[in-house]
């Protein structure tokens, strides 16, 4: 059973940066594909990125692509979101998911964490 866990979540001002942190326990972690989405309220869980266990397949959403970036450290079960020129539409809960497919679908993982709330003022 992979269990996540999700921190780093914090306020912040426009354009300001934020670390998300995702650790991982109870797998293996090198096997799985791991992706950030976010949910604003109202709104659907919407993907922002994924990187693939080898890290030779990194993706972004069009809305993050140039201000946000992943990374793995697989020694260390953990992936990383370095968030950018924040903007108060970043403003969400912030997800971390892992599951053997690689797919930009959140219904399609497995695993979740429980989530870290990233507040963007303008």
């Known amino acids: 059973q992979v269990q996540l866990a999700e921190s780093g979540g914090g306020l912040v001002q426009a354009g300001g940066s934020l670390r998300l942190s995702c650790a991982a326990r109870?797998?293996?972690?090198?096997?799985?594909?791991m992706a950030w989405f976010r949910q604003a309220p109202g709104k659907e869980r919407e993907f922002v990125g994924l990187i693939t266990w080898s890290s030779g397949g990194i993706y972004y959403s069009d809305s993050v692509k140039g201000r946000f970036t992943i990374s793995r450290d697989n020694a260390k079960s953990t992936i990383y979101l370095q968030m950018n020129s924040l903007k108060p539409e970043d403003t969400a809960v912030y997800y971390c998911g892992a599951d053997r497919k690689l797919t930009r679908t959140a219904a399609e993982y497995k695993y979740w964490g429980q989530g870290t709330q990233v507040t963007v003022s303008s």
């Open positions: 109870g797998g293996i972690f090198t096997t799985y594909t």
